[in-house]
């Protein structure tokens, strides 16, 4: 049976994309986590896209996960930093909740 992780800390944050196209990692600094919500902002008036530092938006040439307005995805993952939102329209973007011991 495996046994639900449990933190001892939880922290949050949220990243606005200032230019359309350019690809913005979650935190500018390394920042250790275990897991992280990213959640696409509700007022967001198009898909964001969630991915490595090569992440792409722009439909025809998209990489990485697209979140639709209002829609989460969570990730394992050891360093904030390591993930990286685009976004079609400048200024929008994700709020984020991430956990740690």
Known sequence: MDKE???SVVSDGIQ???A???AEALTATATKCRRVIVHA???NTYDVVI???TVVAA???RRGVALAPGQSLTLNI???NKVYVDAIVTGEGV???YFNN
């Open 95 to 97: 709020s984020f909740m």
């Open 41 to 43: 902002r509700k007022e």
């Open 59 to 61: 439909s025809g040439t």
């Open 78 to 80: 050891d360093d904030l």
């Open 51 to 53: 991915g490595g530092s």
């Open 5 to 7: 992780a449990v933190f």
């Open 16 to 18: 606005l994309v200032a």
């Open 20 to 22: 359309a196209g350019t």
